[in-house]
């Protein structure tokens, strides 16, 4: 009997022991007694019982294909002209951006194709195919439903569906979509990379107004248009964007309609169709008195309350006041038109860049596989 107690005894000892040094092991006691390594990928965290931990290695953030480097900066944002509607919703201040990365292009109807073609794929059983058809799905009855007394069937049959119009902004998209959408592409990119051992990316989302602005000028501070002042045409008489010019002369411009997302010459950041083509969403809510609800670092007014969500840069169907830099107004965030795309931007998290006053630039400015430009003289 007494044998058989100490044989309890000391089998509980032993226990107890295993536990405690497993216990050590897992909070990293004997690791670092011992100078163990102390993270993933060979970074060494605590050696010597001292903390040695610098940077993990196996990171860099790299350019999204079809994006480009907007440098961090400070700007005076609002009217650069004068306010010919009179509507003092966006009174000259000046504001901080910090670095970001931006598609340099309208997202196309062949890009966004990929994404409605997964949901139908792959989220049938979760969403249910009415809400991706209602919600998700690009509305082509804008073509008709826009205009009173106007032959949008030829748009409505083939904008979106017809590859002659692959490379053309996509439309009739809401707010919530252009949201959905971003997620979907972040999910898609950082499945990827976590497939790959990588790390996760930034998410994609939409910019906010005051991203926008400082991205369609370009580095022009002051300047009424994404590519400068005053005019809307240059030298030769050709027109710098896609809008309503003279007095509804769409075809003016070389497209009655939309352009291809890469028509005309980019700004001094490499960005297409700031201006006109296709309008486009940012994340804010819109407000009057944005001024005084923002703060003037990096403002960004996201309200749910709000249904009113601010749309920028003008479009194909808009007068020239439209496409100035400082120009804003609304959408309502379930509404789908015609004439507002959206593009997508991603946080720079390696820093500040310096671009914009000449300095050196953290990251790659330049995307490895920037779309090709099919600019128009």
């Given at each position: ?153 030829p748009m409505l049959e ?63 501070n002051g300047a009424k ?153």
């Open positions: 009997m007494m044998k058989y107690n100490w044989l309890i005894v000391n089998a509980t000892r032993v226990v107890m022991v295993a536990a405690v040094v497993l216990l050590m092991q897992g909070c990293g006691f004997l690791k670092s007694k011992f100078g163990g390594n102390g993270g993933k990928n060979g970074e060494v965290g605590v050696t010597n019982g001292e903390i040695t931990a610098t940077k993990r290695k196996g990171y860099s953030q790299t350019t999204p294909y079809g994006m480009v480097l907007i440098p961090s900066g400070s700007f005076i944002m609002g009217q650069a002209d004068e306010d010919v509607a009179a509507t003092q919703i966006n009174m000259n201040r000046q504001v901080t951006i910090s670095s970001f990365y931006m598609d340099d292009a309208e997202i196309s109807n062949h890009e966004y194709r990929q994404y409605v073609n997964a949901l139908l794929a792959d989220s049938v059983s979760t969403l249910g195919e009415e809400e991706i058809m209602s919600k998700y799905y690009p509305d082509t009855t804008v073509w008709k439903n826009d205009f009173t007394y106007h032959n949008g069937d083939y904008y979106f569906s017809h590859p002659a119009f692959d490379t053309y902004p996509v439309v009739g998209v809401s707010w919530k979509g252009a949201q959905h959408f971003s997620q979907w592409r972040t999910n898609l990119y950082n499945d990827y990379r976590s497939k790959e051992g990588q790390f996760n990316s930034p998410r994609f989302r939409l910019p906010s107004e005051a991203e926008w602005e400082w991205a369609a000028r370009g580095g022009k248009y994404p590519w400068g002042n005053p005019y809307v045409a240059n030298g030769k008489g050709c027109y710098l964007a896609n809008f309503k010019p003279q007095r509804g002369n769409f075809d003016a411009d070389g497209y009655p309609y939309t352009a291809p997302a890469t028509a005309y010459s980019p700004n001094d950041y490499g960005l297409y169709n700031m201006a006109g083509n296709a309008a486009e969403w940012c994340r804010d809510a819109y407000a009057d008195n944005s001024n005084a609800i923002v703060w003037d670092m990096n403002p960004d007014n996201q309200n749910a309350d709000e249904p009113r969500k601010v749309v920028r840069g003008g479009s194909w169907k808009d007068i020239a006041y439209y496409l100035e830099t400082g120009t804003r107004y609304y959408e309502y965030e379930d509404q789908k038109r015609s004439y507002i795309g959206f593009r997508c931007v991603m946080d720079n998290l390696d820093g500040r860049t310096a671009t914009a006053r000449g300095g050196k630039v953290g990251g790659s400015s330049k995307s490895k596989s920037s779309k090709k430009s099919a600019k128009k003289v």
